[in-house]
């Protein structure tokens, strides 16, 4: 995990996380600006979606479990985006 990083590269890894959320958050605000997701704070949803991303990894690390990556792309892109999208 990051915060067992070395102070140098912790600070560097906070950085960059920094600035790829601010991307996602800037996509997000130009969806919701042009009506393609809901009228909601950027900061939530862009938390929520990432969020919801970062943690697909250790849902699925158990080897006894057997995921389609297929099916759960499906899956994610569904529940995820078609809960942000503007009804």
Not at 25 to 42: K, N
Request: aromatic share 8%.
């Amino acid at each position: 995990a990051w915060r067992h990083l070395a102070p140098e590269s912790q600070a560097r890894f906070l950085e960059e996380r920094s600035q790829h959320e601010q991307k996602v958050q800037e996509l997000i605000e130009v969806a919701i600006e042009s009506g393609q997701l809901r009228s909601c704070q950027s900061i939530i949803m862009t938390r929520s979606f990432l969020a919801s991303v970062r943690w697909l990894f250790n849902w699925f690390t158990d080897p006894d479990q057997i995921v389609n990556t297929i099916e759960l792309q499906r899956q994610m892109s569904e529940l995820i985006l078609e809960g942000m999208k503007r009804k």
